[in-house]
């Protein structure tokens, strides 16, 4: 209290820490049946911060999918801390989860995951939706973020008349529409040529990331190692690195 009061009258500002988009601590999940269980994260404990975009990287198999699905609240841990944006996810219900990620998260997909009877307003516009938007504020909102990722004359186009690029900005958009705070992508470059990966990369830092956001990508991709600002090695089960990455595009 003394030291708090001494800055008050000197006129600075006291220090303000900010806690992480993403705290895991000493997470395990297994899977099984019966006596038979198979340990998939064993032990992660792994910050991710505010405004930054996260690689996880390594081998398939090694739990990084389960990981992704851990943070978004999809699987439960067996034990551990994970904290979203101050919320204990672990500590919910499966309802209270399901809310949670209908307002806290966004998901991206290799496989764009495009209702093909709907044009891309339509697509973008459903998370909106199904959160009780109504239809033409919805509508019009999905039209203001298919203009952002480029695709402002696809508005009535159908997913089969989009190219995969395309449909992976149509996906982004949809992803970004509810303007989630945490953005989780699963190998969304892996079906795409380098160049248009690339983009798709550039369209995350410039249109997702903020700096009260956080954007998690899996991949096996090493040609968007460049856009991370960490990456993060998994192997079997555990986080072994953790490092800066000295090739990050400003």
């Known amino acids: ?57 390594g081998p398939s198999g090694c739990g990084k999918t389960t990981l992704l699905s851990v943070m978004a609240g999809i699987l439960d841990t067996d034990d551990g801390v994970v904290d979203v944006f101050g919320t204990r996810v672990d500590r919910l219900s ?6 949670f990620r209908q307002q806290t998260i966004g998901f991206i997909f290799q496989q764009f995951n495009l209702i093909p009877t709907l044009t891309a307003t339509e697509n973008v516009a459903v998370p909106l939706i199904i959160n009780g938007r109504p239809y033409r504020e919805a509508l019009e909102r999905a039209e203001h973020y298919l203009d952002l990722v480029g695709l402002g004359n696809r508005l009535d186009h159908f997913p089969t008349q989009l190219s995969g690029g395309q449909q992976q900005r149509v996906a982004i958009a949809r992803a970004l529409v509810a303007e989630p705070r945490l953005v989780v992508c699963d190998e969304p470059t892996a079906a795409l040529d380098g160049a248009t990966g690339q983009m798709v990369m550039e369209m995350f830092r410039k249109v997702a990331l903020s700096a009260d956001r956080a954007i998690v990508v899996v991949t096996h991709d090493n040609r968007i190692f460049p856009y991370g600002d960490r990456i993060a090695e998994m192997l079997d089960g555990r986080i072994v690195d953790v490092h800066d990455n000295p090739d990050h595009i400003k």
């Open 1 to 57: 209290m003394a030291k708090a009061t001494a800055i008050a009258a000197a006129g600075e500002q006291p220090t303000t820490i900010m806690a992480p988009a993403v705290s895991l601590q000493h997470v395990n999940k297994s899977f099984g049946v019966g006596n038979t269980y198979l340990p998939v994260l064993k032990d992660i404990s792994l910050d991710i911060r505010r405004g930054e975009l996260l690689l996880l990287v």
């Open 94 to 99: 499966q309802s209270q989860k399901t809310r």
